[in-house]
């Protein structure tokens, strides 16, 4: 063996050491990633429900003319849908036509369910343009621009979309974007609710 040959396989071996880490780093990232998509995620467990909406009092958004709401709204008798919404959330986009559908439902119109939504850490310029192009669906519309609602509500991220009972108890949880496919299961969590009378 010449000397060169065995400078140049240590050498060779620290570059093998040295991408040991890489390696294990794309597996776990590969393993992350094929997880992600995984199971469905909307069935996520929420600690609130059957427990009443927390007490908070949200502002309107400026520029949207439609009022702010808070607890007390929520307790008023009728089934509420509050979906937590940004206007920089891409799935949020994505199941606003959706939500406009069921805005303009006859059937649960004439239940009483209505749509409020909880903008959530969005500029009010932005949400109100989000709304002008896409429509607005929602009954009232109130301002989380720090995010406070949206912890007390235990939001993992948007868009979020709970029903509430007319008592002001939570009754289901949607977590991320309505969807064809997801759509009848969360109608039937509606009409629970408003089969309820609480």
Same mark, same amino acid.
């Given at each position: #063996? %010449? ?7 240590? %050498?060779? !071996? ?10 294990? +780093? ?6 992350f990633y094929l997880r992600l998509g995984a199971g469905d995620a909307s069935r996520i467990p929420s600690a609130l429900i059957g427990k009443q909406v927390p007490e908070f009092t949200l502002p309107p958004v400026a520029g ?10 929520? !307790? ?6 509050? =979906?937590? +919404?940004? %206007? ?23 239940? @009483? ?10 500029? $009010?310029? =932005?949400?109100?343009? +989000?709304? !002008?192009?896409?429509?607005? $669906?929602?009954? #009232? ?17 948007? $868009? ?5 009972? @007319? ?8 977590? @991320? ?19 309820? !009378?609480?």
């Amino acid at each position: #063996m %010449s000397e060169t040959t065995v400078p140049e396989a240590t %050498s060779l !071996r620290r570059r093998l050491l040295a991408l040991i880490p890489l390696a294990a +780093f794309l597996v776990l990232a590969a393993l992350f990633y094929l997880r992600l998509g995984a199971g469905d995620a909307s069935r996520i467990p929420s600690a609130l429900i059957g427990k009443q909406v927390p007490e908070f009092t949200l502002p309107p958004v400026a520029g949207i003319d439609k009022p702010g709401f808070g607890t007390a709204d929520l !307790r008023q008798g009728h089934v509420t849908l509050v =979906n937590v +919404f940004a %206007s920089w959330c891409i799935p949020c986009r994505d199941e606003h036509a959706l939500l406009s559908r069921l805005a303009r439902d006859p059937a649960l119109a004439a239940k @009483g369910v209505r749509i409020v939504g909880l903008n959530y850490k969005d500029d $009010p310029a =932005n949400a109100s343009a +989000f709304l !002008r192009e896409l429509g607005n $669906p929602y009954a #009232m519309v109130g301002s989380d621009r720090p995010g406070r609602a949206a912890i007390d509500w235990g939001v993992y991220g948007v $868009p979020e979309t709970f029903v509430v009972k @007319g008592d002001g108890t939570i009754a289901y949880k949607m977590v @991320g974007p309505l969807s064809e496919q997801a759509l009848g299961g969360f109608v039937e969590e509606v009409e629970k609710a408003v089969g309820s !009378r609480q």
